[in-house]
């Protein structure tokens, strides 16, 4: 972790553990005007007070999300070079296991993309894992890349994982990015997919899923080319 990593970490929980006394004390301040008549020249220096403070909450929120962003930095990434080195790990453990298929169609002229190394990995980790446990008897999985692509005149990469496994569930399907009863006993909490969720959303990609119990399952993430935030010191 770099410097600016762990400054960054350092300063988004300084601005998160310094909002609830402040908020605290804005709450005191409230109850002390209710106290005192609505004439009582002391309301005056309270409303400078909760001004104040209102200015002090702004700008712990900006230090926040900057720091935020130190904390993770953005990095220009290969995402086919990322899935090849997650094939290669998983080949070895998960898919053996399972005598799964894995096929992959990288897209060669496929863009760097600007994004959170950490963020977009344990996506693909979820969704590949779900796929190898779906397909305890074996199938396909068929990784592919496609770039770029233009949405609302944005620049987006496409990765799209299809599994020809049993297919979600459907009573899953419907709420499916939120936490789940896992159906899958012990061990699984269930999170996998809101986790996928919440990282797209971070990553300011978008997710589409389409399954059913014929075809399999078949999961399309769509990421921006540049992201906004602090790209990380070479
Ligand atoms: N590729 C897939 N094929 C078939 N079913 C799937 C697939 N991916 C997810 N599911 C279904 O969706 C459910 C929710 O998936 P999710 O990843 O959120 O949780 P989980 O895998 O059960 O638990 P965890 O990820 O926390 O270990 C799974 O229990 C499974 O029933
Ligand atoms: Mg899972």
Redesign the pocket.
């Known amino acids: 972790m770099s410097i600016n990593q762990i400054g960054g970490k350092y300063f988004s929980a300084i601005a998160a553990s310094s909002n609830n006394p402040l908020s605290i004390i804005k709450n005191y301040i409230k109850l002390l005007g209710l106290k005192l008549s609505q004439e009582d020249p002391a309301q005056e220096d309270l409303a400078i007070i909760r001004e104040e403070i209102d200015r002090v909450t702004k700008i712990i929120r900006q230090v926040s999300e900057a720091a935020e962003a130190y904390a993770n930095p953005l990095e220009e990434l290969n995402v086919n070079d990322m899935i090849q080195d997650l094939y290669r790990i998983f080949l070895e453990s998960l898919f053996a296991q399972h005598q799964i298929a894995v096929q992959t169609q990288l897209d060669p002229s496929l863009p760097n993309i600007v994004a959170d190394r950490d963020k977009l990995k344990q996506v693909l980790i979820?969704l590949m894992?779900?796929?190898a446990?779906?397909m305890q008897e074996g199938g396909l999985l068929l990784i592919s890349t496609r770039g770029k692509i233009i949405r609302d005149g944005n620049e987006y990469i496409e990765i799209s994982l299809v599994?020809n496994?049993?297919?979600?569930?459907v009573h899953?399907m419907a709420d499916?990015f939120k936490p789940?009863s896992?159906?899958?006993g012990k061990g699984?909490?269930?999170?996998?997919?809101?986790i996928v969720k919440n990282l797209v959303d971070e990553l300011k990609g978008r997710i589409f899923c389409q399954?059913n119990e014929i075809s399999g399952?078949a999961f399309q993430i769509l990421l921006p080319v540049m992201a906004t935030g602090v790209l990380m010191d070479r």
Do not use: Q
């Not at 496994?165 to 569930?169: A, F, K, S």
């Open positions: 979820n894992k779900n796929a446990e779906a599994d496994g049993p297919g979600i569930p899953i499916m789940v896992s159906t899958k699984h909490a269930g999170l996998g997919l809101s399954s399952t």
